[in-house]
């Protein structure tokens, strides 16, 4: 089966900095790749998504990148505010339809 | 949109008891839903796949006569945790899959206590 490895566990930037989580997939047939934002207490939210046709997606301040090779997705948020402060999780997936396989979470802390 | 509701969002119950969670989407019809456990800082760990109208296929590990799943229609799926015992204390989670351009949507949650 998929095994998402996902770096690091913990993060913490000041506000306005960047901040970059990376993960790993073992399954070369995985092809879709989210990533889910939870809140304390709450469900995780969908923030951005990349499939393995393409390599980079940016949205606003958000910005996914996938290495096919090496079988690596990275988050990048720029500008970083406190509300972003979360847990962020990343899942791989043979596609929409199949069962989602997530990494073990990365707790981020924007410190104003 | 695809908006999935899930309830309760908290429950307290005695050990032996039995809980229902229920699963619906609102806006959008689900032929499969997911049901996930999270213990507190860890991920979500997949318990079973729920099918309307069929059996829901279970993970390795998680007991089917425990966690009975049912998918009775196309925007509702409900989690019984039957004789509930405090290590049955976690965050439940269910997620449904819409349209193609929304992917898989979460629900909010519900925080089961056995005490």
């Known amino acids: 089966g998929e095994n998402v490895e996902q770096h690091p566990s913990t993060l913490s930037v000041q506000e306005g900095d960047s901040a970059v989580i990376k993960c790993t997939y073992s399954d070369s047939a995985s092809n879709y790749f989210p990533w889910y934002k939870q809140e304390l207490g709450k469900g995780p939210q969908l923030i951005i998504d990349?499939?393995?046709?393409?390599g980079e997606k940016k949205d606003q301040r958000i910005a996914v990148t996938l290495n096919k090779t090496a079988k690596h997705f990275s988050l990048h948020i720029t500008e970083t505010q406190p509300e972003d402060s979360a847990v962020y999780f990343c899942?791989?997936?043979?596609?929409?339809?199949?069962?989602?396989?997530f990494g073990t979470g990365t707790s981020l802390t924007v410190i104003p | 949109g695809a908006v999935v509701s899930q309830h309760p969002s908290r429950v307290i119950c005695k050990s032996g008891t039995s809980v229902k969670i229920e699963c619906r989407s609102l806006d959008f019809q689900a032929t499969t839903m997911f049901w996930y456990r999270q213990f507190p800082k860890q991920s979500l760990m997949l318990m079973a796949t729920s099918n309307e109208g069929s059996k829901a296929t279970y993970e390795q590990g998680v007991e089917k006569d425990k966690f009975l799943i049912n998918h009775a229609s196309l925007t509702l799926s409900t989690l019984t945790v039957t004789s509930a015992h405090p290590e049955d204390s976690s965050f439940y989670i269910c997620s449904a899959k819409g349209e193609e351009r929304y992917g898989y949507t979460f629900g909010s949650g519900t925080r089961l206590t056995v005490v």
């Open positions: 990349i499939r393995s046709n393409v």
């Open positions: 899942a791989a997936s043979r596609g929409t339809g199949n069962q989602f396989y």
